[in-house]
């Protein structure tokens, strides 16, 4: 069982002291689990006893932590398989959202209790070919040792990075969004006059939009702050850690 920690906005002395005597650890490795922004496992116990226990100890001094179990740990990623909208319509009380599929979800506004809008990273594999001269040996040889080089392709691939924001919709039941949204394969003409040629814009206005929909929902775009997370387990785990310690933090039961 995993213990995980959301960062304390003020990093004082006395809470650095706390917790070294909890995770009986000295006062730097203590200070680097307590920095940052995102939440991080900073735990591992192998009964949920202890990893509850510990929890219950960092939360008495003001900290939001959570026990994560193994299992949630490697889940695989759901960024691609979770529901995609494509296009938004805005109701009296609900959004429609539809995917590329037609498939339809609509959501009330008092449904979703976390929008998380973050940016990741998503690998661009190009393939193509390239000349290369090689050395003839058959024909150098039938020169008399004079170089003959022949022309040959050989197939390449070259990988790069390509950085991509988007919005996930949780509700208060589950780990797993509701909805997600990405800045290149959304339809954004729902902005009519506002629409602008970058889609980061625009989906940032639409970010907005949402809020305005789900006053409930707390908003959170740390995601959006630091180097992104290439697109994979460990995105999802930023992401579902984000939602736990909101969910740990305003003391809604898991």
């Known amino acids: 069982m995993h213990v995980a920690l959301d960062p304390p906005e003020l990093l ?3 809470l650095i002291k706390q917790v070294v005597v909890i995770l009986n650890m000295d006062a730097y490795e203590a200070r680097l689990l307590l920095s940052g922004k995102i939440p991080k496992l900073i ?3 192998d ?8 929890v219950k100890a960092l939360t008495s001094i003001g900290l939001v932590a959570v ?5 949630e740990l490697h889940k695989p990623s759901t960024f691609t398989t979770e529901f995609a909208a494509h296009s938004i319509n805005f109701g009296k009380g609900e959004v429609r959202f539809s995917a590329k599929n037609d498939t339809v979800k609509i959501i009330n506004a008092d449904d979703i209790f976390l929008i998380l809008y973050g940016k990741m990273r998503i690998p661009i594999i190009t393939k193509g070919t390239r000349t290369k001269m090689k050395l003839s040996i058959s024909s150098t040889l039938m020169t008399g040792g004079i170089p003959v080089w022949r022309k040959s392709e050989e197939s390449i691939e070259e990988r790069s990075f390509q950085a991509e924001y988007f919005v996930r919709l949780y509700d208060r039941f589950s780990q797993e969004p509701v909805i997600q949204i990405f800045e290149s394969n959304f339809d954004y003409a729902f902005l009519g006059a506002k629409i602008a040629p970058s889609s980061s814009t625009n989906l940032r206005m639409l970010v907005l939009e949402l809020k ?4 409930k929902a707390i908003l959170d775009s740390r995601l959006t702050d630091y180097t992104p997370i290439t697109q994979g387990n460990g995105m999802e785990l930023s992401c579902k850690l984000i939602y736990l310690c909101h969910r740990a933090g305003l003391n809604i039961s898991r």
Not at 67 to 71: E, P, V
Not at 212 to 215: G, I, Y
Request: overall charge negative; charged content about 20%; aromatic content about 8%.
């Open 212 to 215: 305005k929909v789900f006053l």
């Open 47 to 54: 009964t949920s006893e202890a990893a509850e226990a510990t």
């Open 67 to 71: 026990t994560l179990a193994d299992s």
């Open 43 to 45: 735990a591992h116990f």
């Open 12 to 14: 004082e002395a006395s």
